[in-house]
């Protein structure tokens, strides 16, 4: 069996574009005016176009496509994974459930 | 351009809800996230290549999420950290979250190595764009400065302040 690397590093590319946009849209819906978001903005748009440059280059579609296509990549195996997380989920939901180390009385 | 709109308005409505009751726009955080998810599972003409498998995975996941989430919910309300416990909430909760179990686990079973592998790499990716909006916080915050010292407390807020520490801690001496 082969693992092939170009794949992975377009899962990677398209992992990159994803937190970017969702860091993007986060920064522009909690804007307010103790918000410096000027190097955080440029910082994550930078990202983009740099990823995007290199996704498109490697691909025989425009950059729009390419884009789109690594991005759908990187959020199917990012949602193939997810069930592993219930495992961490419930982890944590079991320590919410039984606390360790209370005394037994409820804080004023 | 219907997936694209809809994930902007998942990420707006989780960005505006995290903003806390200090800011008025954080209300309409929860509805804007559900229009989006609304969007996101409506039929679209242009949601053909390559979203669209994206979304029938997520419409696989729906069942294991939204019963893995609502038993989050239930149970950590519930929870004795958080005032008073509640029982038959931990109970539901908990009957969710293995119902949630019971749903995921083919997904699990049935996983492919190269999908798995796509998916580190995706989790590897969106943690190194976490990385560069760090830097961009980072950077910001090391370039800013302390805008003004603020004013001394005037005679009523010292005496507020006065009254709050003898109610609060003098009675605690009190006690003692």
């Not at chain 1, 884009?67 to 199917?76: F, H, M, N, Y």
């Not at chain 2, 419409?59 to 008073?84: E, H, K, Q, R």
């Not at chain 2, 603020?150 to 807020?157: A, I, N, R």
Request: glycine share 8%.
């Amino acid at each position: 069996m082969t693992i092939e690397l170009l794949p992975i590093l377009e899962a990677f590319s398209g992992g990159i574009i994803i937190s970017s946009l969702f860091f993007i849209t986060h920064i522009f819906s909690s804007i307010n005016p103790y918000h410096k978001p000027l190097f955080p903005l440029a910082s994550c748009i930078s990202m983009i176009i740099f990823v995007a440059l290199i996704v498109s280059s490697t691909s025989d579609e425009s950059v729009i496509t390419s884009v789109r296509i690594v991005t759908s990549d990187a959020a199917l195996g990012i949602i193939a994974l997810l069930p592993l997380s219930l495992a961490i989920l419930t982890y944590f939901l079991i320590g919410q459930t039984f606390p360790k180390g209370r005394s037994g009385h409820e804080p004023q | 351009m219907v997936f694209w709109l809809s994930l902007f308005l998942i990420f707006a409505g989780i960005s505006m809800h995290r903003m806390g009751p200090s800011f008025d726009r954080s209300r309409f955080g929860l509805p804007i996230a559900c229009i989006g998810v609304v969007f996101l599972f409506s039929p679209s003409p242009d949601s053909v290549h390559p979203e669209a498998t994206v979304i029938d995975s997520m419409a696989s996941s729906f069942t294991w999420l939204v019963c893995a989430i609502s038993g989050t919910y239930l149970i950590v309300g519930a929870s004795p950290n958080y005032g008073v416990s509640n029982p038959l909430s931990t109970g539901i909760g908990w009957i969710l979250v293995i119902s949630s179990w019971y749903f995921a686990t083919p997904s699990l079973i049935s996983l492919e190595i190269d999908l798995a592998l796509d998916g580190i790499a995706g989790i590897l990716g969106f943690v190194t764009g976490l990385l560069a909006f760090s830097l961009g916080i980072w950077i910001a915050e090391g370039r800013s400065s302390i805008v003004g010292v603020s004013k001394p407390l005037s005679e009523d807020e010292v005496r507020l302040v006065q009254t709050i520490l003898v109610r609060r801690i003098g009675s605690e001496m009190d006690d003692n």
